[in-house]
């Protein structure tokens, strides 16, 4: 289920090339660990990427873009 929070991350992500973690909870204004719960839920459904600490939107995150 998307949260406002999963959104605002996706959102986020889709501006930049890569965050951290928090990276992330400064810009959506959240804490960390709920910010890290949120992206361990946006991975497994493919709408994000981690690699070496960064996350970024997946292809499928993008494609979905709303105008």
């Known amino acids: 289920m998307m949260t406002t929070l999963h959104k605002n991350i996706i959102s986020e992500l889709r501006q930049a090339n890569a965050l ?7 810009a959506v204004n959240a804490h960390q660990d709920l910010v890290q719960e949120a992206l361990h839920d946006l991975d497994d459904e493919g709408q994000v990427i981690m690699r070496n600490g960064f996350y970024r939107a ?5 494609a ?3 105008p």
């Open 58 to 62: 997946s292809e499928a995150a993008k």
């Open 64 to 66: 979905h873009q709303s």
């Open 20 to 26: 951290t973690t928090t990276e992330i909870a400064i």
